[in-house]
């Protein structure tokens, strides 16, 4: 199982990003996929999950409207989500993962990070005011 994120880098406030995670080694349609992020010094948070009964959860901040997930229905081999990030601002700025789990489990559980068997190492979104 791979993971790998992309579309991380710099980008000034009030600008936008649309990171991506390639999934393969599983048939990613039937498993939650999420993103968390992490600013330096602390810990890793809970952003957004789309969920294995197709259903979307935001995180409280991410429901300001600026984050949204989606993902590549195609069938293929590498599995795509994708997080677009609207009006950045100097707090979104933080390495930002991608997570998958199989298990069928409520929304509750997946907002946390041990909800996750796989994870990708990261990209970098840097946010400069």
């Known amino acids: 199982v791979q993971l790998i994120e992309s579309g991380g880098g710099l980008v000034r406030a009030g600008g936008s990003l649309r990171l991506s995670c390639a999934a393969s080694?599983?048939?990613?349609?039937?498993?939650?996929m999420a993103w968390f992020r992490q600013a330096p010094g602390k810990e890793r948070e809970f952003v957004v999950v789309?969920?294995?009964?197709?259903?979307?959860?935001?995180?409280?901040d991410s429901l300001e409207g600026r984050f949204t997930i989606s993902r590549d229905n195609a069938w293929s081999a590498v599995y795509t989500i994708y997080l677009q990030i609207n009006s950045l601002k100097p707090e979104d700025a933080g390495v930002y993962y991608c997570?998958?789990?199989?298990?069928?489990?409520?929304?509750?559980?997946?907002?946390?990070?041990?909800?996750?068997?796989?994870w990708g190492q990261g990209t970098q979104v840097t946010v400069s005011s």
């Open positions: 080694g599983r048939t990613f349609s039937a498993y939650s």
């Open positions: 997570a998958a789990t199989p298990r069928r489990s409520g929304v509750a559980a997946l907002r946390r990070s041990t909800a996750y068997a796989y």
């Open positions: 789309s969920t294995w009964t197709g259903g979307t959860t935001y995180s409280v």
